[in-house]
């Protein structure tokens, strides 16, 4: 589906894409606690609501003491949520505004707070981040607060049993060749699922860090991930896996890991077309991965993965590696000495 202009937000009149996202508890409790544990950034304040949907956050932040409230959103859904505010009672703090937030006409002084639910599969997708950014730049008074203000992309290579292991035996027919196929057509186009924690084969490793207070989207333009990461655990190496947490002031977090309590974001895997190595506990697996806005939709990426030798000269390991590679052994007891030394001569 396009994702581009007039389609994208004609498919947010979708009744049945908010029925999902109002059920997603994680998703509403992280904002509401945020804004509520907050409220000193709330009261008697001006706050913007980017792409507000429902106004179930503007709501929000009426409820926190706002002193007044815009809502863009740039969809047909704005006249339902003009009902749906008004079923609160506070159509006398919240306004609805029917624009894109580049068309958006700001009544008077510029916003002390601005908040979003801006994020796609993997945070990026259907980059409504570089929306929030505008509105930061036209519209926030410096000095003033972001909810979220902070996003973080993760990774880990993980195993997928749902597209490797269970095609061996389909009603007593082996599907392997089919289920080869079918992983060769999803590399193309990364799948959306719930993975559970068993399956990840190490911890999960920053891939990038964003504050939302002072990055550009022309840094959003391409993300790059190349590192060797340490197998915590035995396992089929057949995916790589992407999930986002952000956070608010206060430190409240929005997870969307396979440790946490399941979104409607789910994660994202890009699946390997066969299985690279099964890979033991303490050996390392490298490989490198590439978030890159496409040059003709704005709004959505490319995802390219290669898997590298992780024994190979041209790969770097960090310092100090847990891995089980004898030179990384070496070295690790080598700097634990060195720091031995130091602590003995202090």
């Known amino acids: ?24 508890r994680p998703r509403n409790e992280a904002y509401r606690q945020a804004i509520m544990s907050n409220r000193e950034f709330f009261k008697d304040k001006r706050v913007l609501d ?11 932040a009426a409820q926190a003491g706002a002193k007044k409230v815009f809502a ?21 703090v919240v306004e609805v505004f029917n624009c894109r937030i580049e068309d958006f006409p700001l009544p008077g002084a510029k916003v002390d707070v601005i908040i979003s639910e801006f994020m796609g599969f993997y945070l990026l997708h259907e980059g409504m981040l570089d929306s ?39 009603s007593g027919v082996k599907m392997t060749t089919f289920a080869e196929e079918l992983r060769r057509q999803k590399q193309t186009k990364p799948e ?11 911890s999960e490793t920053v891939m990038a860090f964003l504050d939302l207070n002072d990055v550009t989207s022309s840094e959003l333009d391409k993300l790059d991930f190349s590192e060797v990461i340490v197998a915590s655990r035995d396992g089929a190496f057949e995916g790589v896996c992407l999930w986002f947490d952000v956070l608010f002031p206060s430190d409240v977090t929005l997870s969307t890991g396979p440790e946490a309590e399941p979104t409607h974001w789910k994660q994202t895997v890009v699946p390997l077309p066969e299985n690279i190595e099964t890979v033991e506990a303490s050996s390392p697996v490298a490989f490198k991965l590439t978030l890159q806005r496409h040059p003709q939709h704005f709004r959505r990426y490319n995802i390219f993965l290669e898997i590298l030798d992780p024994y190979g000269e ?32 202090a």
């Open 132 to 170: 929030v950014l505008l509105a930061r730049e036209r519209f926030l008074t410096p000095g003033g607060s972001l909810f979220p203000d902070r996003a973080v992309i993760y990774v880990a290579p993980c195993s997928l049993p749902s597209l490797f292991d269970d095609w061996t035996s389909v």
């Open 1 to 24: 589906m396009e994702v581009d202009g007039d389609e994208y937000f004609k498919s947010y009149e979708d009744l049945e894409i908010h029925e999902l996202m109002l059920r997603d």
């Open 50 to 60: 980017v792409g507000s949907g429902t106004g179930i956050l503007s709501c929000f």
């Open 192 to 202: 959306i699922m719930t993975l559970r924690p068993k399956d990840l084969l190490a």
């Open 314 to 345: 041209k790969v770097e390991h960090p310092l100090p590696c847990h891995c089980n590679m004898t030179k990384c052994i070496l070295t690790k007891a080598h700097l634990e000495s060195i720091e031995g030394e130091s602590l003995t001569t």
């Open 72 to 92: 863009v959103e740039a969809s047909n859904l704005a006249e339902l949520s003009k009902k749906i505010i008004k079923e609160n009672n506070f159509e006398d």
